[in-house]
Protein backbone atom coordinates (compact mmCIF):
# COMPACT_ATOMS: atom_id res chain seq x y z
CA UNK A 1 0.00 0.00 0.00
CA UNK A 2 1.18 3.74 -0.87
CA UNK A 3 1.63 5.58 2.42
CA UNK A 4 4.41 8.23 1.58
CA UNK A 5 5.61 7.11 4.98
CA UNK A 6 9.42 7.53 6.15
CA UNK A 7 10.10 7.31 9.88
CA UNK A 8 13.88 6.40 10.78
CA UNK A 9 14.77 6.53 14.48
CA UNK A 10 15.97 9.61 16.09
CA UNK A 11 18.96 10.63 17.26
CA UNK A 12 17.49 12.52 20.10
CA UNK A 13 15.76 9.84 21.37
CA UNK A 14 18.81 7.09 20.96
CA UNK A 15 19.13 4.92 23.87
CA UNK A 16 16.00 4.76 25.24
CA UNK A 17 15.05 1.21 26.29
CA UNK A 18 12.67 -1.11 23.82
CA UNK A 19 9.31 -1.17 24.70
CA UNK A 20 7.05 -3.60 24.50
CA UNK A 21 3.67 -1.98 22.84
CA UNK A 22 0.00 -3.06 22.80
CA UNK A 23 -2.14 -1.15 20.24
CA UNK A 24 -5.25 -1.66 20.79
CA UNK A 25 -7.61 -1.74 17.60
CA UNK A 26 -11.06 -3.28 16.55
CA UNK A 27 -10.69 -4.70 13.18
CA UNK A 28 -14.19 -3.96 12.56
CA UNK A 29 -12.55 -0.41 12.23
CA UNK A 30 -9.80 -1.60 9.54
CA UNK A 31 -10.99 0.10 6.86
CA UNK A 32 -9.85 3.10 4.88
CA UNK A 33 -9.76 5.55 6.54
CA UNK A 34 -7.80 8.16 8.53
CA UNK A 35 -7.92 6.54 11.67
CA UNK A 36 -6.37 2.87 10.74
CA UNK A 37 -4.41 4.28 8.66
CA UNK A 38 -2.71 6.68 11.34
CA UNK A 39 -2.94 3.39 13.51
CA UNK A 40 -1.13 1.34 11.19
CA UNK A 41 1.85 4.08 10.25
CA UNK A 42 2.33 4.58 14.25
CA UNK A 43 2.80 0.71 13.91
CA UNK A 44 5.12 0.27 11.42
CA UNK A 45 7.35 3.54 13.12
CA UNK A 46 7.85 2.14 16.21
CA UNK A 47 9.02 -1.41 14.36
CA UNK A 48 11.16 0.68 12.66
CA UNK A 49 13.14 2.30 16.12
CA UNK A 50 13.28 -0.98 17.52
CA UNK A 51 10.20 -1.56 19.55
CA UNK A 52 8.33 -4.42 19.83
CA UNK A 53 4.35 -3.99 18.32
CA UNK A 54 1.35 -6.41 19.13
CA UNK A 55 -2.02 -5.59 17.82
CA UNK A 56 -5.10 -6.89 19.80
CA UNK A 57 -8.52 -6.89 17.20
CA UNK A 58 -11.98 -8.80 17.58
CA UNK A 59 -12.06 -12.27 16.86
CA UNK A 60 -15.45 -11.63 15.16
CA UNK A 61 -14.40 -9.76 11.84
CA UNK A 62 -14.18 -11.55 8.87
CA UNK A 63 -12.21 -8.92 7.25
CA UNK A 64 -8.63 -8.42 6.97
CA UNK A 65 -7.55 -5.51 6.84
CA UNK A 66 -6.57 -3.30 3.60
CA UNK A 67 -2.86 -2.56 5.00
CA UNK A 68 -0.01 -4.98 4.33
CA UNK A 69 1.41 -5.44 7.51
CA UNK A 70 5.38 -5.81 8.91
CA UNK A 71 5.65 -9.63 9.61
CA UNK A 72 7.23 -8.41 13.35
CA UNK A 73 3.46 -6.61 13.98
CA UNK A 74 2.13 -9.26 15.99
CA UNK A 75 -1.65 -9.99 15.10
CA UNK A 76 -3.93 -11.27 17.96
CA UNK A 77 -8.01 -11.61 17.28
CA UNK A 78 -9.48 -12.09 20.53
CA UNK A 79 -12.97 -11.97 22.00
CA UNK A 80 -13.89 -8.82 23.03
CA UNK A 81 -17.80 -10.00 24.97
CA UNK A 82 -18.11 -8.28 28.45
CA UNK A 83 -19.02 -12.09 30.09
CA UNK A 84 -16.47 -12.40 33.45
CA UNK A 85 -14.28 -15.42 31.83
CA UNK A 86 -13.98 -13.67 28.34
CA UNK A 87 -12.64 -10.66 30.48
CA UNK A 88 -10.47 -12.55 32.62
CA UNK A 89 -9.01 -14.39 30.01
CA UNK A 90 -8.05 -11.24 27.97
CA UNK A 91 -6.46 -9.97 31.01
CA UNK A 92 -4.37 -12.50 31.63
CA UNK A 93 -3.28 -13.09 27.99
CA UNK A 94 -2.47 -9.75 28.14
CA UNK A 95 -0.98 -9.42 31.30
CA UNK A 96 1.05 -12.34 30.69
CA UNK A 97 2.96 -11.08 27.45
CA UNK A 98 4.00 -8.25 29.80
CA UNK A 99 3.61 -5.16 27.80
CA UNK A 100 5.30 -1.75 28.76
CA UNK A 101 2.61 -0.05 27.31
CA UNK A 102 -0.77 0.04 25.97
CA UNK A 103 -2.32 2.29 23.23
CA UNK A 104 -6.44 2.06 23.31
CA UNK A 105 -6.95 4.12 19.51
CA UNK A 106 -10.42 2.45 19.61
CA UNK A 107 -13.32 5.31 19.52
CA UNK A 108 -16.51 5.36 21.49
CA UNK A 109 -17.40 2.75 24.29
CA UNK A 110 -14.23 0.67 23.68
CA UNK A 111 -11.67 3.09 25.53
CA UNK A 112 -13.93 2.23 28.30
CA UNK A 113 -13.75 -1.78 27.78
CA UNK A 114 -9.98 -1.69 27.22
CA UNK A 115 -9.30 0.33 31.01
CA UNK A 116 -11.42 -2.25 32.43
CA UNK A 117 -9.37 -4.97 30.66
CA UNK A 118 -6.20 -3.51 31.78
CA UNK A 119 -7.33 -3.28 35.55
CA UNK A 120 -4.70 -4.91 37.48
CA UNK A 121 -1.96 -5.87 34.93
CA UNK A 122 -0.40 -3.04 35.49
CA UNK A 123 0.31 -2.02 32.36
CA UNK A 124 0.25 1.61 31.78
CA UNK A 125 -2.67 2.93 29.21
CA UNK A 126 -2.83 6.33 26.52
CA UNK A 127 -6.23 6.79 26.05
CA UNK A 128 -5.48 8.22 21.94
CA UNK A 129 -8.43 10.44 20.45
CA UNK A 130 -8.66 10.97 16.81
CA UNK A 131 -12.19 12.79 15.93
CA UNK A 132 -13.50 15.62 17.04
CA UNK A 133 -14.41 15.70 20.92
CA UNK A 134 -18.47 17.13 20.73
CA UNK A 135 -18.57 14.30 17.78
CA UNK A 136 -17.36 11.61 20.06
CA UNK A 137 -19.75 12.62 22.69
CA UNK A 138 -22.56 12.85 20.61
CA UNK A 139 -22.04 9.20 19.35
CA UNK A 140 -20.89 8.11 22.64
CA UNK A 141 -21.55 10.53 26.06
CA UNK A 142 -19.68 12.75 27.79
CA UNK A 143 -19.96 10.73 30.82
CA UNK A 144 -18.69 7.65 29.33
CA UNK A 145 -15.50 9.22 27.56
CA UNK A 146 -14.87 11.07 30.75
CA UNK A 147 -14.71 7.87 32.58
CA UNK A 148 -12.41 6.08 30.58
CA UNK A 149 -10.14 9.35 30.44
CA UNK A 150 -9.97 8.76 34.43
CA UNK A 151 -8.49 5.42 34.01
CA UNK A 152 -5.82 6.27 31.50
CA UNK A 153 -2.20 7.52 32.67
CA UNK A 154 -2.03 9.40 29.59
CA UNK A 155 -4.08 11.23 27.10
CA UNK A 156 -3.62 12.04 23.40
CA UNK A 157 -5.43 14.78 21.37
CA UNK A 158 -4.84 16.04 17.92
CA UNK A 159 -5.04 19.48 18.64
CA UNK A 160 -4.55 22.49 21.64
CA UNK A 161 -8.25 23.48 21.43
CA UNK A 162 -9.64 20.00 21.92
CA UNK A 163 -8.44 20.40 25.95
CA UNK A 164 -10.94 23.04 25.95
CA UNK A 165 -13.90 19.58 26.18
CA UNK A 166 -12.35 18.27 29.64
CA UNK A 167 -11.63 19.10 32.99
CA UNK A 168 -9.30 20.83 34.96
CA UNK A 169 -8.41 17.87 36.80
CA UNK A 170 -7.76 16.27 33.37
CA UNK A 171 -5.50 18.79 31.49
CA UNK A 172 -1.78 17.35 33.46
CA UNK A 173 -2.43 14.36 31.40
CA UNK A 174 -2.59 15.59 28.00
CA UNK A 175 -0.53 15.40 24.77
CA UNK A 176 -0.85 16.76 21.58
CA UNK A 177 0.37 15.32 18.63
CA UNK A 178 -1.07 16.51 15.16
CA UNK A 179 -1.24 13.55 12.39
CA UNK A 180 1.75 13.41 10.19
CA UNK A 181 2.16 14.43 6.51
CA UNK A 182 3.69 11.77 3.79
CA UNK A 183 7.18 13.06 2.89
CA UNK A 184 7.26 15.24 0.51
CA UNK A 185 9.04 14.76 -2.79
CA UNK A 186 9.26 17.11 -5.21
CA UNK A 187 6.30 16.87 -7.14
CA UNK A 188 5.64 16.82 -10.81
CA UNK A 189 4.13 21.05 -12.02
CA UNK A 190 0.46 20.40 -12.59
CA UNK A 191 -0.74 20.13 -16.05
CA UNK A 192 -2.95 22.85 -17.19
CA UNK A 193 -4.64 20.65 -20.05
CA UNK A 194 -8.15 20.41 -19.82
CA UNK A 195 -10.01 18.78 -18.11
CA UNK A 196 -9.12 20.41 -14.98
CA UNK A 197 -9.81 18.54 -12.03
CA UNK A 198 -11.65 19.02 -8.61
CA UNK A 199 -11.19 16.54 -6.26
CA UNK A 200 -13.07 15.25 -2.94
CA UNK A 201 -12.04 11.84 -1.39
CA UNK A 202 -12.93 10.60 2.02
CA UNK A 203 -15.89 8.54 3.66
CA UNK A 204 -19.60 9.23 3.08
CA UNK A 205 -20.71 10.34 6.28
CA UNK A 206 -23.13 12.83 7.08
CA UNK A 207 -20.23 15.24 8.40
CA UNK A 208 -18.06 15.12 5.33
CA UNK A 209 -21.19 17.31 3.42
CA UNK A 210 -20.75 15.83 -0.13
CA UNK A 211 -23.88 16.69 -1.59
CA UNK A 212 -23.47 19.95 -0.63
CA UNK A 213 -20.04 20.11 -2.39
CA UNK A 214 -22.01 18.75 -5.39
CA UNK A 215 -24.44 21.55 -4.94
CA UNK A 216 -21.91 24.35 -4.64
CA UNK A 217 -20.25 22.48 -8.13
CA UNK A 218 -23.36 23.22 -10.17
CA UNK A 219 -23.44 26.34 -9.25
CA UNK A 220 -20.02 27.02 -11.38
CA UNK A 221 -20.56 24.71 -14.49
CA UNK A 222 -21.42 27.48 -16.46
CA UNK A 223 -18.57 29.62 -15.62
CA UNK A 224 -16.07 26.34 -15.26
CA UNK A 225 -17.06 24.19 -17.93
CA UNK A 226 -13.77 22.76 -18.15
CA UNK A 227 -13.72 21.63 -14.99
CA UNK A 228 -14.81 17.77 -13.53
CA UNK A 229 -15.35 17.11 -9.94
CA UNK A 230 -14.28 13.70 -9.20
CA UNK A 231 -15.62 12.04 -5.93
CA UNK A 232 -13.40 9.08 -4.06
CA UNK A 233 -15.12 6.73 -1.39
CA UNK A 234 -17.83 5.10 0.34
CA UNK A 235 -20.33 5.06 2.96
CA UNK A 236 -23.96 4.95 3.89
CA UNK A 237 -24.23 8.15 2.43
CA UNK A 238 -23.60 7.05 -1.12
CA UNK A 239 -27.19 7.54 -2.09
CA UNK A 240 -27.77 10.78 -0.78
CA UNK A 241 -24.67 12.02 -2.88
CA UNK A 242 -26.28 10.44 -6.04
CA UNK A 243 -29.39 11.72 -5.18
CA UNK A 244 -27.52 15.35 -5.39
CA UNK A 245 -25.50 14.63 -8.58
CA UNK A 246 -28.83 13.77 -10.63
CA UNK A 247 -30.18 16.99 -9.35
CA UNK A 248 -27.52 18.75 -10.29
CA UNK A 249 -26.75 21.12 -13.41
CA UNK A 250 -23.48 19.84 -13.67
CA UNK A 251 -24.11 15.60 -13.46
CA UNK A 252 -22.05 15.36 -16.75
CA UNK A 253 -19.34 16.56 -14.98
CA UNK A 254 -19.10 14.34 -11.84
CA UNK A 255 -18.02 11.17 -11.33
CA UNK A 256 -18.06 9.11 -8.51
CA UNK A 257 -14.87 7.20 -8.63
CA UNK A 258 -15.49 4.35 -6.02
CA UNK A 259 -12.61 3.66 -2.94
CA UNK A 260 -9.03 5.25 -3.65
CA UNK A 261 -6.13 2.88 -3.05
CA UNK A 262 -3.94 5.33 -4.13
CA UNK A 263 -4.86 8.94 -2.78
CA UNK A 264 -1.18 10.56 -3.13
CA UNK A 265 -1.55 9.30 -6.82
CA UNK A 266 -4.61 10.95 -6.94
CA UNK A 267 -3.94 14.46 -5.38
CA UNK A 268 -0.87 14.36 -7.60
CA UNK A 269 -2.86 14.54 -10.73
CA UNK A 270 -5.52 16.66 -9.28
CA UNK A 271 -5.65 20.80 -9.32
CA UNK A 272 -7.58 21.16 -6.33
CA UNK A 273 -8.64 18.94 -3.33
CA UNK A 274 -11.93 19.90 -1.46
CA UNK A 275 -12.87 19.24 1.95
CA UNK A 276 -16.78 20.47 2.87
CA UNK A 277 -16.96 18.64 6.02
CA UNK A 278 -18.60 20.14 8.86
CA UNK A 279 -15.63 19.07 11.58
CA UNK A 280 -12.49 16.90 12.00
CA UNK A 281 -10.75 15.80 14.07
CA UNK A 282 -7.42 16.81 12.08
CA UNK A 283 -8.24 16.59 7.82
CA UNK A 284 -4.86 13.82 7.25
CA UNK A 285 -6.30 13.77 3.57
CA UNK A 286 -5.52 17.70 3.67
CA UNK A 287 -1.83 17.03 4.58
CA UNK A 288 -2.12 14.07 1.85
CA UNK A 289 -3.08 16.98 -0.77
CA UNK A 290 -0.68 19.18 0.34
CA UNK A 291 2.31 16.73 -0.10
CA UNK A 292 1.84 16.49 -3.70
CA UNK A 293 1.08 20.20 -4.21
CA UNK A 294 -2.76 20.08 -4.17
CA UNK A 295 -4.10 23.31 -2.62
CA UNK A 296 -6.96 22.43 -0.09
CA UNK A 297 -10.43 24.07 0.28
CA UNK A 298 -12.61 23.87 3.07
CA UNK A 299 -14.99 26.11 6.01
CA UNK A 300 -13.43 28.71 7.96
CA UNK A 301 -15.96 26.88 10.95
CA UNK A 302 -14.32 23.29 10.37
CA UNK A 303 -12.18 22.66 13.40
CA UNK A 304 -9.57 20.36 12.12
CA UNK A 305 -9.53 21.72 8.54
CA UNK A 306 -9.17 25.68 9.84
CA UNK A 307 -5.89 24.55 11.68
CA UNK A 308 -4.35 23.43 8.88
CA UNK A 309 -5.98 25.54 5.73
CA UNK A 310 -4.09 29.10 6.28
CA UNK A 311 -6.36 31.00 3.92
CA UNK A 312 -4.86 32.31 0.86
CA UNK A 313 -1.45 30.39 1.92
CA UNK A 314 -1.49 27.27 1.38
CA UNK A 315 -5.63 26.58 0.57
CA UNK A 316 -8.65 29.00 0.57
CA UNK A 317 -11.33 28.52 3.42
CA UNK A 318 -15.23 29.48 2.66
CA UNK A 319 -16.24 32.01 5.43
CA UNK A 320 -20.01 30.58 5.53
CA UNK A 321 -20.95 26.81 5.55
CA UNK A 322 -23.53 27.11 2.51
CA UNK A 323 -22.93 26.10 -1.29
CA UNK A 324 -23.00 29.61 -2.63
CA UNK A 325 -19.89 30.25 -0.35
CA UNK A 326 -18.57 27.61 -1.03
CA UNK A 327 -19.11 28.60 -4.51
CA UNK A 328 -17.64 31.84 -4.30
CA UNK A 329 -14.34 30.53 -2.82
CA UNK A 330 -13.71 27.59 -5.59
CA UNK A 331 -14.33 30.02 -8.24
CA UNK A 332 -11.08 31.65 -6.66
CA UNK A 333 -9.08 28.94 -7.15
CA UNK A 334 -10.56 27.12 -10.35
CA UNK A 335 -10.29 30.68 -11.91
CA UNK A 336 -6.82 31.86 -11.06
CA UNK A 337 -3.51 29.22 -12.21
CA UNK A 338 -1.50 31.90 -10.89
CA UNK A 339 -3.30 31.85 -7.37
CA UNK A 340 -3.42 27.56 -7.31
CA UNK A 341 0.56 27.75 -8.22
CA UNK A 342 1.07 30.34 -5.27
CA UNK A 343 -1.28 28.05 -2.88
CA UNK A 344 0.89 24.75 -4.14
CA UNK A 345 3.92 26.32 -2.96
CA UNK A 346 2.87 27.11 0.46
CA UNK A 347 1.19 23.87 0.79
CA UNK A 348 4.08 21.91 0.34
CA UNK A 349 5.74 24.17 3.17
CA UNK A 350 2.97 23.02 5.20
CA UNK A 351 2.67 19.13 4.75
CA UNK A 352 6.80 19.69 5.79
CA UNK A 353 5.88 20.79 8.75
CA UNK A 354 4.09 17.86 9.96
CA UNK A 355 7.00 15.60 8.48
CA UNK A 356 6.58 11.81 9.88
CA UNK A 357 10.48 11.69 11.58
CA UNK A 358 9.45 14.71 14.20
CA UNK A 359 6.04 13.68 14.98
CA UNK A 360 6.30 9.76 15.71
CA UNK A 361 9.62 11.53 17.82
CA UNK A 362 6.58 12.82 20.23
CA UNK A 363 4.93 9.68 20.20
CA UNK A 364 8.06 7.68 20.88
CA UNK A 365 8.36 10.01 23.94
CA UNK A 366 4.67 9.98 24.59
CA UNK A 367 4.85 5.71 25.27
CA UNK A 368 8.20 6.07 26.99
CA UNK A 369 7.11 8.30 29.26
CA UNK A 370 4.00 6.66 29.79
CA UNK A 371 5.64 3.36 30.40
CA UNK A 372 7.30 4.29 33.73
CA UNK A 373 4.02 4.02 35.65
CA UNK A 374 4.44 0.20 34.85
CA UNK A 375 3.52 -1.25 38.16
CA UNK A 376 1.66 1.58 39.48
CA UNK A 377 -0.96 2.76 36.79
CA UNK A 378 -4.61 4.66 37.77
CA UNK A 379 -6.42 1.46 36.64
CA UNK A 380 -4.71 -0.68 39.07
CA UNK A 381 -5.62 1.51 41.99
CA UNK A 382 -9.28 0.95 40.86
CA UNK A 383 -8.76 -2.64 41.16
CA UNK A 384 -8.44 -2.79 44.95
CA UNK A 385 -12.11 -0.81 45.13
CA UNK A 386 -15.10 -3.69 45.82
CA UNK A 387 -17.63 -1.99 43.06
CA UNK A 388 -14.55 -3.03 40.39
CA UNK A 389 -14.32 -6.48 41.52
CA UNK A 390 -14.93 -8.65 38.35
CA UNK A 391 -15.67 -11.50 40.56
CA UNK A 392 -17.78 -9.98 42.83
CA UNK A 393 -20.24 -8.88 39.51
CA UNK A 394 -22.01 -10.29 37.40
CA UNK A 395 -22.55 -9.28 34.03
CA UNK A 396 -25.77 -7.59 34.67
CA UNK A 397 -24.58 -5.60 37.52
CA UNK A 398 -20.94 -4.74 35.81
CA UNK A 399 -23.07 -3.18 32.58
CA UNK A 400 -25.33 -1.19 35.57
CA UNK A 401 -21.99 0.61 36.84
CA UNK A 402 -20.06 0.75 33.37
CA UNK A 403 -22.37 2.35 32.04
CA UNK A 404 -24.66 3.81 34.25
CA UNK A 405 -26.28 7.30 32.82
CA UNK A 406 -24.33 6.53 29.45
CA UNK A 407 -27.50 6.60 27.26
CA UNK A 408 -25.53 2.90 25.18
CA UNK A 409 -26.30 -0.27 25.79
CA UNK A 410 -22.86 -2.69 26.32
CA UNK A 411 -21.45 -3.79 22.89
CA UNK A 412 -22.39 -7.48 21.83
CA UNK A 413 -25.39 -7.67 24.07
CA UNK A 414 -28.64 -8.41 23.21
CA UNK A 415 -29.75 -4.75 23.53
CA UNK A 416 -26.97 -3.46 21.92
CA UNK A 417 -28.02 -5.55 18.54
CA UNK A 418 -31.53 -4.78 18.30
CA UNK A 419 -30.43 -1.17 18.81
CA UNK A 420 -28.29 -1.76 16.31
CA UNK A 421 -30.85 -3.15 13.49
CA UNK A 422 -33.49 -0.72 14.29
CA UNK A 423 -30.89 1.85 13.52
CA UNK A 424 -29.97 0.28 10.41
CA UNK A 425 -33.69 -0.37 9.57
CA UNK A 426 -34.35 3.13 9.43
CA UNK A 427 -31.77 3.80 7.45
CA UNK A 428 -32.81 1.61 4.85
CA UNK A 429 -36.07 2.95 4.83
CA UNK A 430 -34.57 6.42 4.38
CA UNK A 431 -32.83 5.34 1.62
CA UNK A 432 -35.94 3.76 -0.14
CA UNK A 433 -37.72 6.82 0.47
CA UNK A 434 -35.27 9.11 -0.97
CA UNK A 435 -35.02 6.71 -4.07
CA UNK A 436 -38.33 7.65 -4.74
CA UNK A 437 -38.94 11.37 -3.94
Known amino acids: METGLSAPPSAALAGQRSLRICILFDMHYWLYGGGPKFTWELAHAMIARGHEVSIYSSATSKK ?14 VSLSDKHENIALLRKKISQENYDVALSMQGGAMQLYWAVVLMGTGIPLVYSEHSFPARVEQFWSRAGRLAAMSGADAIHLLLPEFINSLPAWLHDRVTFIPNSAPDVVAPAAKHQTKPLTLVSLGRFAAVKQIPLLVEAFGLLHDRFPDWMLDIWGYGEEENAILKAIAQSPAKS ?26 CEGFGLTVLEAMSQGTPAIGFAGCAGVNHIIKDGENGLLAPEMTPQSLADTLAKAMGSAAL ?10 TAQEYAPGPIFDQWEALLLSTASSKGHTRMDAFSEEP ?10 ARREWLFRDFGRPWPGTLRWYAEAARTAASKLWKSFQRRFE
Open 253 to 278: AIRMRGIADLALGIFAQAQLFCIPSR
Open 340 to 349: RNTLAQGALK
Open 387 to 396: FASMARLSAA
Open 64 to 77: EPPYKFDARIRMFR
